[in-house]
């Protein structure tokens, strides 16, 4: 009977603290899904864009292409980090040849994704992706103090005819008052990468002479 009564109490012992054990699960970080990136990888956008010129009553320009960035090798910078050589080609409205535009760069660490184009270094998201989060986009660069931060994280939102699941939205900017309006935003869908960006850059609002430019690129295929 005493052998019996060991043989339970041993059983409830190592079942509660087995099961103890599995309560406890590792936390899985997914920030970086928000920005994947390899060789091979493509991302082809729409982009529509408004052209004010300034000049008194003229009719603003508005121009609609498509814009595809390819991921063509990786290589080492100048502090040791593994970066991504990114070419950018553009096809024109009822064009059938993409065009070559430029070459830029972009790199992934633990902590952060830059983006180096026109030799402009900027932090464009800064990981782990946290609610309410705010950094200096600039700080890797001489152009000065840029507020960026997460306005939203996490959220299911849908850009153009496609619904994502997680997506993290960035304000990159922001500075409007009754004459001008200055903005720009991102959003990076989870698996996918940049899926929209905005951006605005208006002055003499409402009036006759309004110049600056927006415009808006839509995500319309991801290839890996």
């Known amino acids: 009977m005493k052998k019996i009564v060991i043989a339970l ?14 309560v406890v699960e ?8 928000y920005v994947p990136i390899d060789s091979g990888y493509s991302w082809t956008y ?5 052209v ?5 009553n003229a009719k603003p320009d508005t121009f609609s292409y498509k814009v595809k960035n390819t991921v063509v090798s990786r290589f080492l910078d100048n502090v040791g980090q593994i970066s991504f050589r990114i070419e950018k080609w553009y096809l024109p409205q009822g064009g059938k040849t993409w065009l070559y535009a430029r070459t830029y760069s972009e790199t992934q660490t633990e902590l952060a ?3 180096n184009d026109f030799d402009h270094k900027q932090l464009v998201v800064s990981l782990p992706v946290l609610e309410d989060k ?3 986009g600039n700080l890797y660069n001489s152009s000065g103090f840029i507020d960026f931060y997460y306005e939203k994280v996490h959220n299911s939102d849908s850009i153009g005819l496609v619904k994502y699941d997680s997506v993290c939205t960035i304000i990159q900017d922001e500075s409007r008052n009754a004459i001008r309006s200055f903005y720009a935003i991102e959003k990076y869908a989870a698996n996918v990468g940049l899926v929209l960006k905005e951006t605005e850059r208006l002055e003499n609002l409402d009036m006759p002479n309004q110049k600056g430019y927006k415009y808006q690129l839509t995500l319309l295929e991801f290839e890996h």
Do not use: E, H
């Open 9 to 22: 109490f041993l059983a409830v012992f190592l079942g509660f603290f087995g099961c103890k054990k599995n």
């Open 26 to 33: 590792p936390q899985i970080d997914i920030s970086t899904k």
């Open 46 to 50: 729409r982009m529509d864009s408004i």
């Open 52 to 56: 004010y010129s300034g000049f008194a």
């Open 113 to 115: 994704y830059f983006r």
């Open 134 to 136: 705010s950094w200096d």
